[in-house]
Structure formats: structure tokens, C-alpha cells
């Protein structure tokens, strides 16, 4: 209770009120890149400096997934289900098969490494659509000091059939979280570059996707503050929920900042999960949070 703050009346129809924040686990570093299983009713999430994942069980509790994750940082499911993640230490997106096999569907650019591949999206063509930021390589904290190959911090869209691998837009300083909309006629991109330049960016642009195979008309489509973008998700609606130091920030398909979610951490990414896709989950620092809404995920499955 006490945790929203209003700015807009188009906020009151997405929260409820009486819905409060529990707090699902402790105890991590940095937990990042939640994802939600339906079929098993559970959460997934990254610990990148503890080099592991989690998972949490409604009424079991919080578990060991994946011990040495290579510092998997982002993750997501494709349309069939299979969890991809962007790992930080190996330089990579993989897919995790169903009998648990680890599938390469990107780890260079025309033979060049990637930087540290951070959060990623799948579009319903069955693309990987993933940012490239150099926070992994940056120090060994959350992946392994090295330096990058490419000339740039790209957005890369690869194609898990033929193994291509393309830029989809060049023009970001630090290109972090990213989702489409709900019919998937616009991508939205974080820009993170203050993280590392007072002066940097640290608003999360629209693009048009057009053919499907790279964007443009980048526009800002909303500054975030304080603090910066790093993950976020859009609801059925196209309302977009965006982490941000003091919370999750709800802004209008118009841009407009509608209300905030208040958390005692700084939230890191978010995902909607639960039966019914109304349970947001936030990845914060040393801990998870959720809060039921009145909004469901769009993403899919
Ligand atoms: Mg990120």
C-alpha cells in the first residue's frame, strides 16, 4: 500500500489500488532479465555478478536454476517457448532447448565478436531481436574485462533458421532494453548511455519496424527520470512499463508519464506473468518484487 504515485487518470484503470508489493526473493547482486514460464507457473531471472539464474515457485520459493550462467543478463522465450538469454561472458544469445541443450543463435558480427549481447525480444516471425551494449565486458564484475571488436553499440535482429545475423539500427549510444508494440508496428529502445556520461541519454526511443527487417524514424518517445531505462515491458493496451531508480514508470501509447510504482530498490527490468499475465514481476538490485495490476503482458507466449 502507499506505493503508486499518480500522474495522470489513465493510471487508476491500470493498478489496483489494494494491490500491494511483495517482496519473492533476497538476497542477489543484481538480478536482471525476468521472464515468466506459464506452463510451469514459474519466474526465471539473471544474477549477473553472482554468475547465476534463479527461479522462484509460488509456495516453493526461490531456487537454484543455473549455476555458472556465463552472466547471462537478459532473457526472454521464443514462440515456442524455449528460454533465449543474452550472456554476458561468452558474448552470445542462446536458446536452451527442451531436453536442455544450449543452441548458439548469435555470437559475432561478420566474424567479429559482439560486445555483450544484454536484453532481447522474439518477434512473432520467429526473429531474435537483441541490444549490444559493452556493460559485460566493461569489467569483470558482470562478465569478463575485455575489449569490443565491433565499431559501435548496435541493435541486432538474427535469424535462428539461417544463423544471419544483422544491424536493425546503428543510431544508439548504449541500446539496453527493448520490446515491440502490441501489433508490433513500432520497437522500443532504451538508450543508457548515461550510465557512463552525465551528458548521455537516458530515454527510451520508438522506431517503426516497417519490412520487418530494420527500423527507422527513431524518435524519443520518453525521458526517463530519474535515473534511466533499462528494461520494460508494454501491456495489451500498449501502455509501457519501464524500470527507473525510484520504481516502474507507466507512460501512455502518447508518452505521457501516467503513475509510478515505488520500490525500496532500483528496479532493473520487469516482466508481466501469473495465469493471467496481470502479475507484474520487477527484477531490483537484491531482490524481486510483484504487484498484481489491472493490465496484462503482451508479450507472447
Ligand atoms: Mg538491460
Known sequence: MGCYEFHDDRFRDRIHRNAFLETIADGMLWAEGPVYFGDGNYLIWSDIPNN???RWLPG????????????????????????VSCEHGTRRVTRTEYDGTITVLADN??????????????????SVWFTDPPYGILSDYEGNRAESELDGCYVFRADPDTAQVDIVTDDMVKPNGLAFSPDESILYIADSGVSHDPDGPHHI??????DGQKVDNGRVFAEINPGLPDGFRLDTDGYLWTSARDGVHCYAPDGTLVGKILTPER???????????????????????????????????
Do not use: C, H, W
Not at 60 to 83: C, H, I, K, M, P
Not at 205 to 210: L, P
Not at 279 to 297: D, E, K, P, Q
Open 52 to 54: 547465476r539464474m534463479m
Open 60 to 83: 516453493t520459493g526461490v531456487e537454484l536454476f543455473r549455476a555458472d550462467s556465463n552472466y547471462a543478463n537478459g532473457n526472454t522465450r521464443d514462440r515456442q517457448g524455449r528460454l
Open 109 to 126: 558480427y561478420r566474424g567479429r565478436k559482439l560486445n555483450s549481447p544484454n536484453d532481447v525480444v522474439v518477434k512473432s516471425d520467429g
Open 205 to 210: 526511443r520508438a522506431f517503426d519496424v516497417g
Open 267 to 301: 528496479v532493473s527490468n520487469l516482466t508481466f506473468g501469473g495465469p493471467k499475465k496481470n502479475r507484474l514481476f520487477m527484477t531490483a538490485t537484491t531482490s524481486v518484487y510483484s504487484i498484481y495490476t489491472n493490465s496484462r503482458g503482451a508479450q507472447s507466449p
